[in-house]
């Protein structure tokens, strides 16, 4: 079976990261999965046939030049922060991954979901987090933050999520954001629906972003419903695929 993967199947986030930083996200694009999870499925936790998945995680690690070292995550939409390297084997249970070790890969995978790729300015410190609305709502991007010297000096990008014309919630998510932050409201408008609001994942994420100062925020323009051609959603096709979002420190060349 002839493959074509290439750089037109991955995003490369468009932010001022130092050179030895490394990040992409991964598209539905130049894989070998079937329908429904055609076809770059890297998930494997949604039915897809595993062996198909393990060839799509390798040509996703060619085409990136990554690392042998990835861990994934086994991700419950929760706060934990797992750091690598990790002495656990397995996969591990977080929605985000920190490490200021060179050559070790941080990486979440999601379809809606909001992935953010963070690193700082001096380029020793990176981090990929999962923020579905529970996690958001509940802090994992501040328990991320939390592990950078210095929240100030943080590059964040947002990668390929639901938008807000299409992230249709209850009251009570609007409900539990409101508990937690007033400025919240900004991000929910009425779906027309009784009981039902759109939710902007992306100014939800800004929001949390600036209150614990962080000011440089790349991305966030994507919508993985509507683009149906290159990412998969869940919220669109219930079985489907996951793309991932990956992050690490280079080795410089000798």
Known sequence: MSVDISNSSIILPTWP??????A??????GGISDEPYDSLNLGAHVGDDLEKVKQNR?????????????????????????ELPSPYMGDLKADAVFSR?????????VADCLPLLMCNKRGNEVAACHAGWRGLCDG????????????????????PAIGAQKFEVGEEVKDA????????EKAFKSAEKDGKWLADLYLLARQRLAQCGVTQIYGGDYCTYTDEDRFFSYRREGVTGRMASVIWLEEAAL
């Open 17 to 22: 990261a130092p050179e030895n930083v490394k």
């Open 24 to 29: 992409f996200t991964s598209t539905r694009i």
């Open 58 to 82: 390798r040509l996703f690690a060619k085409v990136t030049s990554m690392p042998s070292s990835l861990r994934w995550l086994n991700q419950v939409h929760g706060i934990q922060v797992a």
């Open 101 to 109: 070790t060179k050559e070790h890969v941080c990486a979440v995978m």
């Open 140 to 159: 994992v991007i501040e328990q991320t933050i939390a592990k950078f010297s210095d929240p100030t000096e943080l590059l964040v990008w947002l990668g």
């Open 177 to 184: 954001f409101l508990h937690k932050h007033n400025a919240a």
